[in-house]
């Protein structure tokens, strides 16, 4: 081999090398979008669901009270009730 062809093919392995470095450098900076696009989405939907959940204690509250409610009216109303000809 001569050296211009030795020349020539070590230019062609830098380029290579080169282009190899490159493609990696974009796969590893799209890796890191994704990675940094998971974590905020982790972050809005751990808060969202947290929102969600306060909302559902609240709600099952409510419930719990109006049930308490509700039997304390049918305790109240069930003498009247039996009273009452069929």
Do not use: Y
């Not at 070590?10 to 974590?39: G, H, M, P």
């Not at 099952?60 to 308490?68: A, H, T």
């Amino acid at each position: 081999m001569n050296s211009t062809s030795q020349q020539s093919s070590v230019q062609r392995q830098l380029l290579e090398d080169w282009d190899n470095r490159a493609f990696i450098q974009v796969i590893s900076d799209k890796i890191k979008e994704t990675s940094n696009f998971l974590s905020q989405f982790e972050i809005s939907c751990h808060s969202k669901l947290a929102s969600l959940n306060d909302k559902l204690v609240v709600l099952e509250k409510k419930i719990e009270f109006l049930e308490g409610c509700m039997q304390k009216i049918r305790v109240a109303c069930e003498p009247t009730l039996t009273q009452v000809p069929l």
